[in-house]
């Protein structure tokens, strides 16, 4: 039984594969509309969402595929006190592939582990997020051609953004990538996410200046700063408006920058900044969709 819980599950080729597999869904969307026939996909969220549901049902949908689940824990037994297990037991009688996201890290772990359909992680607590790492992945590539010899710009939450954890994870597998890591010193790159890409030999620059190193970046990853996260609100307040990525900072950039950022965008990104060229966050949003599709397929042994 595969399931997806850390980008790590999956081998350089199958992100490949799965990229591949994208491609040609966007270039033939009708060749997988019935792929998933009779199939089930059910979304566990015990945390909110507006995209990764969304996009995981609509990629169920397109595949020809039905969608059931809850969007929020008030509205599933955990309410009542149920274990994550025993809605886990009990949903995989209904599904045949789960997608779940929990505010505990580890949850979807240890949910796996006695599940006999496929669980995807659609977000654990503050750890990781592999799918949101799938969408970041293909826009890559289809900005930049290729996962080397960039430099990333990862800016804003980079403690609690755990779609931060997983992108610099999966990056680090690839050649000569140069890391900056932009946030208030509150904020910074937990050690074991800087110690994985160190011990893959890049460079990591860690700095709490956006304004001086943006001329630098072939990649800005922007974040939200993840107040669910902050056991103190003044906290929050203080530092929700540490970066704000403007249109005169981008005066600063290159002409082929690529701006990221997994939304929900608050302030980080002033919406002046959505109709330069640069601005891949809407792409993102939208290769999501695809790489689930191809994720869904993988994981249920279907092809097209
Ligand atoms: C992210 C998440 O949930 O971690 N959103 C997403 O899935 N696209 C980022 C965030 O909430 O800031």
Same mark, same amino acid.
């Given at each position: ?9 999956? =081998? ?7 990229? #591949?597999?994208?491609? /040609? +869904? &966007? $270039? ?54 149920? =274990? ?7 949903? #995989?009688?209904?599904? /045949? +592939? &789960? $997608? ?205």
């Amino acid at each position: 039984m595969r399931h997806l819980i850390d980008i790590c599950d999956l =081998s350089l080729e199958e992100i490949d594969s799965l990229i #591949s597999c994208a491609l /040609d +869904i &966007i $270039a033939h969307p009708d060749d997988y509309a019935e792929v998933c026939k009779r199939k089930k996909l059910a979304t566990l969220f015990f945390e909110p969402s507006t995209r990764t549901r969304l996009s995981f049902e609509a990629a169920m949908m397109e595949l020809g595929g039905n969608v059931l689940g809850f969007s929020a824990a008030a509205s599933s037994s955990a309410s009542k006190g149920e =274990s994550v297990m025993d809605t886990i037991t009990v949903v #995989s009688s209904y599904a /045949d +592939i &789960i $997608a779940m996201r929990h505010p505990k890290e580890g949850a979807p772990k240890h949910a796996s582990m006695k599940c006999k359909v496929p669980i995807i992680n659609a977000g654990d607590g503050g750890h990781n997020h592999p799918t949101q790492t799938l969408a970041d992945l293909l826009t890559i590539k289809r900005e930049k051609g290729s996962f080397n010899n960039l430099v990333v710009g990862l800016c804003g939450d980079l403690k609690f953004g755990r779609t931060v954890h997983s992108l610099i994870t999966a990056m680090s597998r690839y050649k000569n990538i140069t890391f900056v890591l932009i946030s208030p010193d509150e904020l910074k790159c937990p050690q074991y996410i800087v110690d994985i890409a160190k011990k893959a030999g890049h460079t990591v620059i860690e700095t709490t200046d956006l304004e001086n190193t943006i001329g630098t970046l072939d990649i800005l990853y922007m974040t939200r700063v993840q107040q669910e996260r902050f056991f103190n609100e003044e906290d929050y307040i203080r530092l929700k408006d540490s970066f704000i990525l403007d249109t005169e900072k981008l005066k600063f950039a290159k002409e082929d920058l690529t701006v990221m950022h997994p939304l929900p965008r608050v302030n980080e990104i002033s919406v002046k900044v959505d109709d330069d060229p640069r601005a891949a966050y809407f792409k993102q949003v939208e290769n999501g969709k695809y790489m689930r599709m191809a994720l869904i397929m993988m994981l249920l042994g279907l092809k097209k």
